[in-house]
């Protein structure tokens, strides 16, 4: 046991073993969330006790205030004092925030995933980073740090104990003939020219400081040339034109990683709150995902009843009409905006529709089957939503899933409480078509 | 862990030793009396794990823990760390440190740490407990024998855990102003039978003849009627747990009926419900206790230099963070308060002074002094305020703001005064150096002072001609006695008595607070009052009791048949229906037999409602007696006449804050 342990079963509170707790799971409002910012919100099991009516209770709230004004902050049920811890502050967050791509990191993470994103549409040649080098170009291109290092280089393999050698000179009875052969052998890299200038340089009665090369050896401290550089600095680098470069851009043909996604949500009268709450729920996550793995991603949304029509996001979870169900009207419209708007040649497209399987007779077989095969997209996808069971003229996901069992590129998903919903995207996303 | 954390761990701890040890000694200085700390240096998921477990290291295995410790860790993750102080009420206190803290952080936690540790120390609410908590131990033996039960062949874990789940949703209705008081393990149900007075009338030896003549069984069931036994407690019971523990039984799914708890049950419940009296006395002292540390914990770091000049930004950050979080918030409330009443007692304390004046009366007080002059006067005295190695040779040892052994010290350089002058002076002039009402923050709180106020001064005073003049008087003006009341008061107070007694308006008005209401004309919620005592009786509803409606035990023989009547002590504000609901489902599992809750709940007439919207009025509600039973299948609710609730209602409380005029 342990906190390990703790953390499983909290995990596993509302599914199987506890499945008596599942009514008390809350799960935070999806829709606060901004394009740049997805805000997740914290599983919360709360576990009932006698309180008093939130709304009858009021609150105290502190600034500037005329009677009469609204209060936007309203108290969130159960972020009461827990315990009293002492490090815990007022105001709880139930949310953690994170941008789409760390979203879109840790599903891949948590559900093993590896959507890669496939670039389509050339939006133009640009010119890279300046990668390439050449050995002419403007000045302002010139790699100087590579110039810079080159010059030192051969500064270090020029480089020589100037001071030794001299002393070298000096031993009784070595000539510059003597100490250019010693030079060499010690691997000094060192002219003729050189010893001849300072020999000459050298008093001659210091030319026998020393009787022997051991003495000498014995007596001056031969220093290396990092030793130098360190107590000299670099005083001198020597540039050459051989070291020069010059970068230059690369040419890149970019292909933008672009991603349209349909929506579409049955919002006839069987589809009641929990359902639409379902759907929100496996949507949300997977609009977040394809936004963080996509540069561009775009977002359709259609709302289906016997008729279908263009809604945005803010109203698209919260509709409810009152006729009947035809599912084809949705994928009409879909493919009707996509050919217009979204050509596949540009765009990975991806459609997901939810609904609580309910077709008007036949229409799944002739119409809907039909125009799923003629929509080119990356990935079709159809979730159940079914919270009470199953009714009998409920067959739209089966049939779906009959008809496309071979073909890699349509999911179905079944979800009927939130705990669902995991699985349900992990089953959507990982059934990804290899082209 | 690896040595490479343990030697850094240990560096920190090196580190933080001075710190430590010259935070406790600032401390003392300002008459705090805290219990000793122990400090732990711990890394990151370390202290998610301690905050987890609500600041043990050993729990008993629960869900909630793994929640707190998923969100904890979440947040952490995702919305930037801050640093945490964690500190438990125990002798000595544990308190832990992350190792990634700045040190501006590690000084500011230890500084509010040592003042939590002085309140564990000191208020009394704490003593109700027990004097020495021995927390962690406690704890952690509850950890080990409900691990045992749960390990235990003969025990499904599982029903462990709903047993815990079950008596936790009761955690808060205990009677906490009481003593904890174990219930004695061997205790039984008392007799609710006749069989008792049967055996005593047995033992008469009478004939059978007159025992049926004079007692006969109808004066044997007014006997048991009148008696204790038929309806029990005597006294409404508001510690539910407690008579849950002591008479409560468990359901049992195959026959059907109520049988006795298990050991384990019984146990884990008794557990459980001696945990939740030790966390109560932090409970019902929130605001108080983090207004202490906050306000000790600033005067330590800001008005003590405890920060270093570049620490202090990062310090000051951090605070600004902490009290300016949106919304309601305790910490803030609190040190406002504390503040408030370090400055009302000083300023009443002046004013006594000055009213003792030759000449100055409550009438003419304001006309005759010169408030800019007073408050020169009372600044704290250059050599107090400003204390270096070079202006040493300005105190005087005899002096009794002056500590003179550590002067003496100061004086042989053994005491480093640049860093801690303090520590030259005594509790009298750390009073003088942070006196409140000089500061710029306060310059005009003497000034306020209310007639009413002055009079009521006046009318408790004696000797009221004492000084010729307001420099005599304010010469023995005493700068401690705002300190003195405070440490008083954190004695004895709790959240609820600290509210009634400090939350005036003119605190009110100083901090802007207000009252909100909802409203049912416009579906959204309204500010309704920036009264005091409007505002003083929201927030007292918020903590008085938890927060949380009063559950009372009625009678554990309800309709003579053992079943379980609940009250409600009715004060204005409903329950929420749906979850009394859920918990009485809780209830049934401890009582084993049909419960029932007695409430007032209130309603809303559909055309009441219609003809107060049209005239963008507020609706008023039908109060109306109902009786919720669950007798372990299903819910039924009946109305009740006034008369059975009526004893329920509290009629002298009204939390309602919304204006007369506003109703319909």
């Known amino acids: 046991m342990g906190l390990k342990d703790d953390i499983e079963r909290y995990r596993e509170v509302g599914e199987n073993r506890r499945e008596d707790l599942a009514e008390f799971i809350q799960y935070g409002d999806l829709g606060q969330s901004r394009p740049d910012e997805v805000r997740i919100p914290i599983k919360i099991v709360d576990l009932p006790s006698f309180e008093y009516d939130q709304r009858d209770m009021g609150g105290v709230g502190q600034g500037d205030a005329e009677e009469g004004e609204p209060v936007d902050a309203q108290p969130e049920p159960g972020d009461g004092d827990e315990d009293g811890e002492p490090g815990e502050e007022g105001g709880e967050h139930e949310y953690y925030e994170m941008d789409p791509e760390e979203f879109a990191e840790e599903l891949d993470e948590e559900l093993g995933l590896d959507l890669e994103p496939k670039g389509k549409k050339v939006i133009e040649e640009t010119e890279g980073d300046f990668t390439d080098i050449t050995r002419s170009g403007p000045t302002s291109t010139l790699d100087f740090e590579r110039l810079f290092k080159e010059g030192l280089k051969r500064k270090l393999a020029m480089d020589f104990d100037d001071d030794y050698v001299r002393e070298a000179l000096k031993i009784d009875g070595w000539g510059p003939a003597k100490v250019f052969e010693w030079a060499r052998g010690e691997n000094i890299p060192v002219s003729r020219a050189w010893i001849e200038d300072a020999y000459s340089d050298i008093p001659s009665d210091e030319k026998t400081t020393w009787a022997s090369f051991e003495e000498m050896e014995a007596n001056v401290e031969r220093s290396t040339t990092a030793q130098r550089i360190r107590r000299e600095g670099v005083e001198e680098i020597p540039f050459r034109r051989e070291d020069e470069r010059y970068r230059y851009p690369e040419i890149e043909e970019e292909r933008e990683k672009n991603v349209v996604v349909v929506n579409i949500r049955d919002v006839s009268g069987s589809m009641r709150q929990k359902k639409r709450e379902l759907v929100e729920r496996t949507f949300t996550p997977l609009d977040w995902y394809l936004q963080g793995k996509y540069d561009n991603a775009e977002f359709v949304y259609i709302a289906h009843d016997a008729d279908a029509w263009e809604v945005e996001r803010d109203d698209f979870f919260g509709i409810r009409s009152g006729g009947g169900t035809r599912i084809s009207s949705a994928y009409e419209l879909a493919a009707a905006i996509l050919e217009e708007e979204y050509p596949w040649s540009e765009w990975n497209r991806y459609v997901f529709a939810a609904g609580d399987s309910e077709n008007s007779s036949n229409d799944t077989e002739e119409n809907v089957i039909p125009l799923m095969e003629q929509m080119p997209a990356n990935l079709h996808a159809y979730v159940e939503t079914q919270p009470s069971g199953n009714a009998i003229n409920a067959t739209h996901a089966e049939e779906v899933e009959r008809h496309f069992r071979e073909a890699g590129n349509v999911a179905v998903a079944y979800v009927s409480a939130p705990d669902d919903v995991t699985d349900a995207i992990y089953e959507i996303l990982s059934t990804e078509d290899e082209e | 862990m690896t040595t490479t954390d343990e030697f850094e761990m ?22 705090l009396d805290p219990y000793p700390v122990n400090y732990w240096i711990v890394d990151y998921d370390e202290m998610n794990e301690l905050i987890a477990y609500g600041g043990f290291q050993q729990r008993y295995p629960h869900w909630r823990w793994g929640m707190k410790y998923d969100r904890q860790q979440k947040q952490g993750q995702f919305l930037g760390g801050k640093a945490f102080e964690i500190v438990n009420n125990d002798n000595p206190s544990h308190a832990f440190l992350q190792i990634s803290n700045s040190l501006a952080d590690q000084k500011a936690v230890i500084t509010h740490v040592e003042a939590h540790a002085d309140f564990f120390n000191n208020n009394e609410w704490f003593g109700l407990f027990a004097d020495n908590p021995d927390a962690a131990a406690m704890l952690a033996r509850h950890a080990e024998a409900i691990e045992e039960f749960m390990q235990d062949p003969e025990v499904d874990r599982s ?40 055996e005593e009338l047995g033992e008469l030896e009478l004939s059978e003849e007159v025992r049926q003549q004079v007692f006969d069984d109808e004066w044997l069931e007014a006997q048991t009627e009148d008696g204790e036994a038929a309806t029990f407690p005597a006294d409404p019971e508001p510690d539910v747990l407690g008579f849950l523990r002591e008479y409560g039984k468990q359901y049992d799914d195959e026959s059907g009926k109520a049988t006795e708890m298990a050991d384990w049950q019984k146990d884990v419940l008794e557990m459980i419900r001696r945990e939740a009296y030790y966390f109560a006395p932090q409970k019902i002292t929130k605001i108080m206790n983090e207004g202490w540390a906050s306000y000790w914990e600033s005067l330590m770091m800001a008005d003590e230099n405890f920060a270093d000049a570049d620490e202090f930004i990062t310090y000051a950050d951090h605070m600004s963070q902490v009290l300016g979080s949106p919304g309601f918030n305790p910490y803030s409330l609190g040190i406002e308060l504390w503040e408030y009443v370090e400055n009302t007692e000083n300023r009443r304390h002046v004013a006594e002074q000055l009213l003792r004046v030759e000449g100055i009366t409550w009438r003419n007080f304001h006309e005759t002094i010169d408030f800019e002059d007073v408050l020169a006067t009372l600044e704290p005295d250059e050599e107090i305020a400003n204390i270096g190695p070079d202006a040493l040779d300005r105190l005087d040892p005899e002096d009794s703001r002056v500590d003179a052994e550590a002067l003496e010290r100061a004086h042989d350089g053994e005491i480093d005064v640049e860093t801690y002058p303090w520590k030259v002076l005594t509790y009298e002039g750390m009073a003088q150096r942070h006196y409140s009402l000089t500061k710029p923050q306060f310059r005009g709180f003497l000034t306020r002072i209310s007639q009413s106020e002055l009079e009521r001064v006046s009318r408790y005073m004696f000797d009221d001609a004492r000084y010729d003049s307001v420099a005599e008087a304010l010469a023995d003006a005493e700068y401690t006695v705002g300190w003195d009341r405070m440490r008083e008061i954190r004695e004895s107070h709790n959240d609820v008595t600290f509210l009634d007694e400090f939350l005036t308006q003119e605190f009110v008005d100083d901090n802007d607070y207000f009252t909100y209401e909802y409203m049912r004309s416009s579906d959204d919620y309204r500010v309704t009052s920036t009264d005091h005592e409007d505002v003083k009786k929201k927030l007292m509803l918020q903590f008085t009791n938890f927060g949380k409606p009063t559950i009372v035990v009625a009678d554990g023989n309800y309709d003579n048949r053992n079943e379980l009547l609940l009250d409600h002590k009715f004060n204005g504000i409903m329950l929420d229906i749906e979850q009394a609901k859920d918990t009485l489902e809780r209830v049934f599992e401890l009582w084993g037999r049909p419960v029932h809750l007695r409430t007032i709940a209130k309603e809303y007439d559909e055309h009441d409602v219609e003809v107060a919207r049209r005239r963008d009025r507020e609706p008023e509600a039908i109060e109306q007696g109902r009786l919720i039973s669950y007798d372990g299948m299903e819910f039924s609710e009946t109305d009740l006449d006034w008369s059975e609730v009526e004893h329920l209602a509290a009629s002298e409380i009204d939390y309602d804050t919304k204006p007369e005029e506003w109703l319909a």
């Not at chain 2, 240990?10 to 008459?31: P, T, Y």
């Open chain 2, 159 to 198: 029903d462990v855990e709903r047993w815990i789940d079950h008596v936790l949703c009761l955690e808060d209705n205990i009677d906490q102003h009481s003593p904890y008081e174990a219930i004695d393990p061997d205790s039984d149900a008392p007799d609710i039978d006749t069989g008792e007075l049967d």
């Open chain 2, 10 to 31: 240990h560096r920190e701890a090196e580190r933080l030793e001075e710190v430590v040890e010259e935070a406790s000694n600032l401390a003392e200085k300002l008459g």
